[in-house]
């Protein structure tokens, strides 16, 4: 990443000197087909319909296709590869994916909620396969054959006799600047040769080798940098800086101050980041005690003003309980940990703003800038480029309308804009602190006959879309409001988010408890309320079978009627060895949890061993067995890293972190202030058994491991120990004041 690489419309209309394809966005937004139109088509095609949104092919044969999801490391860019290879029958290094960028590509919105295989990988494959029709039938009519009776092969249309048309021999302008149809040729999945392979990750290489790999990686010509200095706590006010003595150190070029938005820019970065530290030893600010006890934070959270809903009722009055148990669980707020700190690369020139940011939504994030620098949207521009940590709204938003702000100041020169990392733990949108209580009732069969499940909890994403949620603009003097916080809705949900159970119980009610104003900032991460609530379910069901005498895993069967969720169950515990009467080694314990993401998207089961040391209350992932069903695998080494990263995620998540505040300010901003997990902690083994549904539609699976690895983990510590917990994170002092108690 030594100098940019600004492809614009102009260079993706050409190939080979010719003009192919016109590129249909305009802008990215012309295409988009409103509701009512025509019949629904599969995935994102359903609003931008035309084919050459998604694939583009050239007279010399070269191959490109389109996505507007941003890649976080799901591998999605080597599935979108090979979905678009196989459907055109090329080989896979012949096609190229260009993803989230407003001059290009679709206006796809946010890379969340385990989407991109589901709308976007489903818009490639159907548009792949029509463009391979089209081809077809153009090269049967110049063939003068029947189209049945030709075939495809490395980017060619071969007749009966040997005769042979390449792709970039039958292109012609417009060619394919159609509307896609409803349904379309694919081929059959006993035919695949490139869908349904580990292809390795085109990602990885530059990752483990220390290559360009990231934003944090870019290095442009003429490009400076700059530091923020952030306020100390939410709400403060800067009362007072001196700037003159920053002004004449070594190689500084500009402070740049907005109301309480602080920046210096440097020539060089050590410059940049000496030159922050002395402006923040200048800045004087006015602060005032506004943060919760944090040792209180259920109560506070229970107490808070909310919106309450009745999110799913059912009831059986002929059915009863004869045992009835009760159960609270809460989660602190949690940080993205992003190893690498937010990083964000703008250059403003002729009018025109450009920047390079790991955003998950270019567009949404364009709107925000442009509407922070009164800019129109079409002056501004959004290319999305991977950033070293995420899955969530971490501070990369920020640090992309941090970078757009300062190069409205320096026109023509590019600037680099990193975060600190106290400005990452401390300033970063949070996973919610959450509250969940529940009660059940067992009949005298041992099944559950009445569930009772609520959920505290606020919007679980603050995402841009509005100048106001960028830090930015919050600070500038003439600031932008915060939005209102809204939940999200259903059936997808975001603090809800797998509230409702997926298990079949003849009596159910569930409460989403909607808290529209909360403590610390915070916004999406991953798998939202999925996370909490599938811990709080899949520990209570743990908690239920043991009340009724049962295995885990046989109670959970007796009461799931959905035949892919069970197979899923069976399959984990199968390939871990589970058995009814499971014994563990000294020390040891061995849990078992479930769920569907979403009720609607992938489904997970895994079963775990765990180590507990019970001097020191110490617990470790010894080893996990998953199985997942994602429908169609595309990549089953992207679904195996996928699940694999979910459960590392979370045992430290659910082992190790908790944002921690005092009445003013946030204090977790270190590794040291905020634990995660460590190498000498990961698991010995993790074991991903995955159920491959040939001809299914793509379920995606970025996310569906998280709420089953908590579970899990959870179930078999307390399966080691005997002694249940419920507030995460289970940290190595809860335990041992457990063991003690």
């Not at 196989?86 to 096609?95: G, M, P, R, S, T």
């Not at 006993?190 to 292809?199: L, Y």
């Not at 009835?324 to 990083?343: D, K, L």
């Not at 204090?667 to 991903?688: A, C, G």
Request: aromatic share 8%.
């Amino acid at each position: 990443m030594n100098g940019p690489v600004i492809l614009d419309r102009r260079s993706v209309l050409a190939g080979a000197g010719a003009l192919i394809v016109s590129f249909s966005l305009r802008g990215a937004s012309a295409q988009e087909q409103k509701p009512g139109q025509g019949p629904e088509l599969p995935g994102s095609l359903a609003k931008f319909p035309y084919l050459d949104s998604w694939i583009r092919i050239d007279a010399d044969g070269r191959i490109t296709a389109f996505t507007g999801k941003a890649e976080l490391g799901q591998g999605f860019r080597t599935a979108f590869q090979q979905i678009a290879a196989e459907q055109l029958d090329v080989a896979f290094d012949a096609v190229k994916v260009i993803t989230a960028d407003t001059k290009l590509t679709a206006n796809e919105g946010y890379t969340s909620g385990s989407h991109s295989m589901q709308d976007s990988g489903t818009a490639i494959l159907h548009a792949a396969a029509q463009a391979r029709g089209l081809l077809m039938a153009d090269a049967a009519r110049r063939f003068g054959l029947p189209a049945e009776t030709l075939r495809t092969e490395n980017a060619a249309v071969i007749a009966p006799d040997g005769r042979r048309l390449s792709y970039g021999e039958l292109v012609a302008a417009d060619v394919l600047h159609v509307q896609a149809q409803p349904t379309s040729p694919l081929k059959d999945p006993q035919t695949f040769k490139v869908m349904g392979q580990p292809v390795p990750r085109v990602d990885i290489p530059a990752k483990v080798t220390g290559g360009a790999a990231y934003v944090q990686d870019m290095r442009l010509p003429g490009m400076v940098h700059a530091r923020v200095v952030r306020p100390p706590s939410y709400g403060a006010e800067l009362v007072e800086c001196d700037t003159s003595t920053i002004e004449k150190m070594p190689g500084v070029i500009r402070i740049v101050r907005d109301g309480n938005f602080l920046a210096v820019v440097a020539e060089k970065e050590f410059l940049a980041v000496k030159a922050m530290q002395a402006l923040a030893a200048a800045a004087k600010w006015r602060e005032s005690a506004r943060l919760p006890n944090q040792n209180d934070l259920p109560n506070v959270l229970t107490k808070l003003p909310s919106q309450d809903f009745a999110i799913f009722s059912r009831g059986d009055a002929s059915v009863t309980g004869t045992r009835t148990i009760e159960a609270t669980y809460t989660r602190p707020y949690q940080s993205h940990g992003s190893i690498g700190p937010s990083c964000a690369v703008a250059q403003f020139a002729d009018g025109a703003m450009t920047v390079w940011t790991h955003t998950q939504g270019v567009y949404p994030d364009r709107q925000a800038i442009a509407e922070m620098l009164g800019m129109p949207q079409p002056s501004v521009r959004l290319i999305h480029v991977e950033g070293s940590g995420c899955y969530g709204h971490n501070g990369a938003d920020d640090a992309a309308a941090d970078a757009a702000l300062i190069a409205r100041a320096l026109p023509g020169r590019p600037v680099r804009v990193q975060w600190m990392r106290e400005q990452e733990h401390g300033w970063e949108p949070y996973g919610p602190a959450m509250v969940t209580k529940l009660n059940a009732s067992l009949d005298e069969g041992g099944k559950i006959a009445d569930w009772n499940f609520a959920v505290w909890s606020n919007t679980h994403s603050m995402r841009p879309g509005g100048a106001g949620a960028l830090l930015a603009a919050q600070h500038m003097s003439k600031s932008f409001a915060v939005p209102a916080p809204k939940p999200l809705p259903l059936p997808e949900g975001g603090g809800d988010r797998n509230a409702i159970p997926i298990y079949n119980f003849p009596n159910a009610h569930v409460m989403h408890h909607f808290i529209p104003a909360m403590p610390l900032r915070i916004s999406a991460m991953r798998a939202l309320g999925a996370y909490h609530n599938v811990f709080s379910l899949e520990s209570f069901m743990d908690e239920l079978a043991d009340v009724a005498g049962a295995d885990p895993v046989e109670f959970r069967l007796k009461h799931l009627d959905d035949q892919r969720g069970r197979a899923v169950v069976e399959k984990a515990a199968q390939e871990f060895g589970w058995s009814r009467d499971r014994k563990a080694p000294p020390n040891r314990g061995y849990g078992f949890a479930f769920a569907r993401y979403k009720n609607l998207a992938a489904y997970c089961a895994i079963a775990c061993e765990v180590e507990v040391d019970r001097e020191t209350g110490r617990a470790r992932l010894v080893r996990a067995v998953a199985a997942v069903d994602a429908g169609q695998v595309v990549n089953p080494d992207g679904i195996t890293n996928q699940i694999e990263g979910a459960i590392v995620q979370s045992a430290s998540w659910t082992l190790y972190e908790s944002v921690a505040f005092d009445d003013t300010r946030i204090t977790s901003i270190d590794w040291q202030t905020y634990p995660i997990l460590r190498f000498n902690s990961v698991p010995d083994s993790i074991k991903v058994h995955i159920i491959n549904r040939p001809g299914q539609p793509f379920l995606g699976s970025g996310e569906t491991g998280q709420g089953p690895a908590a579970a899990s983990l959870a179930n078999a510590i307390a399966h080691a120990t005997g002694k249940r917990l419920r507030d995460l994170p289970l940290s190595r002092k809860k335990i041992k004041d457990a063991i003690d108690a």
